[in-house]
């Protein structure tokens, strides 16, 4: 385990644990550096036939560290982010990948879902994407993933109002595969990660990126990190993370975009 990420290969998974219960599986640049190796890794390893993400605790993942991105707003750190690259290299991906989502899944903890094959969900999942909310923009080609799996009305107001999307939801919108039971969620996965090692590698391959437009995903990742890095900087964006950092709502409406 580096920076609470347990990396574990066996039987031909790849299974990557986020270990951070406390901070709600927050992910740190550190955290997001070890995902994204351990991605590359994969890519040139054939004993790796599947990856599967999961989290400790009551929530999949909470999203980005705000201390991060607070610091980035300040200007007190490079906007070249860890989380950027991570978004990058799992799009990227070309073997199957599988996910175990309980609680909250918020921001990249929801995005990242759409660049995952088979998604199995606790019935308490929640998927959230506050980016708005954030003075943020969309990421990791969600701004159009997302809207295509779901359609435009009921992504907007995921990335507007920040309104969630229960496991039920999700499942009904074609954004999961099962909702289960928390106590049976890491074997119900695991087991789907366990029956993809038996499928032709090949095959599973070009059926993958056959399913993806891939330079459409790379383009629409490369704007909006444009965007993104464009609005960490605004007034807009670092009120949004003083009031987030002093537990009061935000006032957007005296300052200019």
């Given at each position: ?20 219960p406390?901070?709600k ?13 351990a ?7 054939a ?5 599967l ?19 980035q ?19 990227k ?61 009921r ?5 507007a ?9 999700a ?11 928390q ?23 070009m ?9 459409k995903?790379?383009a ?9 890095k ?28």
């Amino acid at each position: 385990m580096t920076e609470h990420v347990k990396v574990e290969i066996a039987a031909g998974v790849m299974t990557l644990t986020l270990q951070r219960p406390e901070k709600k599986n927050a992910l740190t640049g550190a955290m997001y550096n070890v995902m994204s190796a351990a991605l590359k890794q994969v890519e040139a390893d054939a004993s790796v036939r599947v990856i599967l993400f999961q989290g400790d605790g009551d929530s999949f993942t909470a999203g980005n560290d705000l201390a991060d991105f607070a610091s980035q707003a300040r200007g007190e750190s490079a906007v070249d982010s860890p989380a950027h690259t991570f978004i990058e290299t799992i799009s990227k991906v070309g073997k199957p990948i599988v996910a175990a989502v309980q609680g909250n899944a918020v921001g990249v903890g929801t995005t990242m879902l759409l660049h995952c094959d088979l998604v199995y969900l606790a019935e308490n999942a929640r998927l959230i994407t506050p980016f708005v909310n954030l003075a943020l923009v969309p990421e990791a080609a969600s701004s159009w993933l997302l809207p295509l799996r779901i359609g435009h009305a009921r992504a907007y107001a995921m990335f507007a109002l920040g309104e969630p999307m229960d496991a039920q939801g999700a499942l009904a919108s074609g954004l999961a595969n099962a909702v289960v039971p928390q106590p049976d969620l890491r074997k119900r996965a695991h087991d789907a990660a366990v029956a993809l090692t038996r499928r032709p590698a090949g095959s599973l391959g070009m059926t993958k990126k056959l399913m993806r437009e891939q330079q459409k995903i790379a383009a629409q990742i490369a704007e909006e990190g444009v965007l993104f890095k464009e609005r960490l900087t605004t007034p807009e964006a670092r009120e949004a993370f003083a009031a987030f950092a002093e537990r009061r709502q935000p006032d957007f409406t005296k300052l200019s975009a």
